[in-house]
């Protein structure tokens, strides 16, 4: 029997898939496929204090092993999360469930913390100071070491449960802004978020995308996810969260070598909603190829 | 989900017809579509289903890309992996006796289908088809097949009345309208067709198509809507085009 749990810290998820945050909304959408009560936990759509509605469409471009996507946080305000979203996702899913935070100020996201970290069956409060797709926030935070670690240190205060900050690929040394987020008391990390890119539509001699710029996330990013991933686990003690372009049992089991405890699964839920339970149905096999018994046992390389 | 390629034709220079056999258990309305997942492509194309029956479903689609080209090269015979389902569909309850259905270009598909449906709950359909000339009409012997008064427009006067589909609406009878096509038609249609019920099947760009990304999102009275989701058809009121 191969062992699928994991730890991250204090919790133990019974398998390290984790829709990320982005592509899963709260889980409603997936239930005409799959049981969620199948999943090491949940990262719900991020949100803010007040709802947004986001960035004009077009908000999707195809890319080679990929996509972009230029959303832009629309989501319906932590209140409504709290109020309608969140009691619907504990009636079909009742493992650990990650809060991921966004914000525009140091203000707002400690608000939202507040309010989310009170939450029954959410276990972890995941910030994420790295959205490429809104102006004057997200991002700004998560490429400056002391504005990611005054975020960090802002949120650690209020919370009452594990802060994990999400980090962006989009600076020229991750590492720094990892150990920034740990030195100021960040309980784990979760990397990457999607890598700025652009596509032009040749026909009409514009971008694709009514934001002109987007996130890049799917298997093109996999390897610029995993080599950071690496380096920042080198680096902190902290238990990190692994994501970018996994899409296979493999890709799993590398980012666990590349020193992961868990990882999340983000675009490939977009192009096949069964993406979690066939990474899942297909991991044991590889493990076993690979005499790997328990997920745990894997060290860093 | 795995379906196969029964026949994959062409309708006319730009526009194909391919038949596919599956699981239709899925389908409630027509004007719901499927994900088609192109080998070799990274995020699935939608396209509106043009019409089912028990195992089997129609699409009509025009190649715009090289993912849609390489749908059209798909051989009776080959497999191919859909979401099946997706989306609202039309509710033709919110339609009257004598609805008229327009449509623009390739936006003329799902009206076959919801065609089919009227009929067979004894309203009198009629159908409004614009295109920009002779030679990109299509579908137009399915809809005669049925036995319902087509009304053609092209912009160059080719075929029909020349001109937009809003120039042969005063011409028209209906009590009720369903409409496919490019946004500016609609827009005018939603300008012209005054207080009778109408329904707008909107086309955007989608990552999932099945309510997950939020990559679809439109502005409508009742709130941001997924077009993948809640859409593609809107209730004329719903829509801020004002």
């Given amino acids: ?94 493992g650990p469930i990650i809060a991921n935070i966004s914000g525009f100020s140091i203000e707002e996201y400690v608000r939202c913390a507040e309010k989310l970290t009170r939450e029954e069956q959410v276990e972890i409060l995941e910030i994420n100071i790295s959205c490429p797709n809104v102006r004057h926030g ?66 009409r001699r514009r971008p694709v995308l009514a934001n002109s710029v987007g996130g890049y996330s799917g298997p093109g990013i996999f390897p610029v996810a995993l080599r950071m991933v690496w380096q920042v686990t080198g680096a902190v003690s902290v238990p990190v969260i692994g994501m970018g372009g996994i899409s296979t049992a493999w890709d799993v089991l590398e980012m666990l070598m590349a020193g992961a405890k868990a990882v999340q699964i983000g675009a490939a839920n977009l192009v096949d909603p069964m993406a979690c339970p066939h990474i899942l149905e297909s991991l044991p096999a590889e493990m076993e190829k690979l005499g790997i018994r328990s997920l745990s046992e894997i060290t860093r390389v | 989900m795995k379906y196969t390629v029964i026949e994959n034709r062409p309708l006319n220079a730009t526009v194909l017809s391919m038949w596919l056999s599956g699981d239709t258990s899925a389908f409630r309305r027509p004007g719901q579509f499927v994900q088609v997942y192109v080998p070799g492509f990274y995020l699935r194309r939608p396209i509106s289903v043009c019409e089912w029956t028990e195992g089997r479903l129609r699409l009509v689609y025009k190649p715009v890309g090289p993912g849609t080209e390489k749908l059209a090269a798909f051989k009776p015979g080959d497999d191919l992996d859909l979401l099946p389902g997706l989306g609202n569909g039309f509710d033709a309850s919110l339609l009257g006796c004598h609805p008229l259905l327009v449509g623009g270009g390739v936006g003329l598909p799902p009206l076959l289908g919801l065609c089919r449906q009227l009929l067979a709950e004894r309203r009198l359909p009629s159908v409004l088809a614009g295109f920009a000339g002779e030679d990109d009409v299509f579908l137009l012997d399915d809809f005669e097949a049925l036995g319902v008064p087509v009304t053609v427009t092209t912009q160059d006067g080719s075929r029909g009345l020349q001109g937009l589909v809003t120039n042969a609406l005063p011409r028209l009878d209906f009590d009720s309208l369903a409409a496919c096509g490019p946004i500016p038609m609609m827009k005018a249609l939603r300008n012209t067709a005054g207080q009778v019920p109408q329904l707008y099947s909107l086309e955007e760009r989608m990552g999932c198509g099945f309510g997950a990304c939020m990559g679809c999102t439109v502005q409508t009275a009742g709130g941001p809507a997924r077009v993948c989701k809640e859409g593609p058809v809107f209730r004329g009121e719903e829509l801020m085009w004002s």
């Fill in chain 1, 1 to 94: 029997m191969t062992d699928l749990s994991v730890r991250l810290g204090s919790l133990t998820l019974r398998n390290p898939l984790i829709p990320a945050s982005g592509t899963f909304g709260f889980g409603q959408e997936f239930l005409p496929w799959y049981d969620l009560d199948l999943l090491g936990a949940i990262s719900f759509k991020g949100t803010t204090a007040e709802a947004r509605f986001g960035n004009p469409t077009p908000r999707i471009a195809e890319c080679p092993a990929g996509m972009l996507n230029s959303v832009g946080l629309q989501n319906p305000g932590v209140d409504h999360v709290i109020a309608e979203e969140l009691p619907a996702l504990r009636r079909v899913f009742h």
């Fill in chain 1, 138 to 203: 997200g991002m700004a935070f998560g490429t400056d070491p002391s504005a990611a670690a005054a975020v960090t240190r802002a949120v650690r205060e209020v919370a009452t449960k594990p802060v994990y900050m999400k980090l962006s690929p989009n600076v020229t040394d991750i590492v720094s802004i990892a150990r920034a987020c740990e030195d100021a008391g960040a309980d784990g990390l979760s990397l990457i978020n999607t890598l700025l890119g652009m596509r032009i539509d040749l026909k």
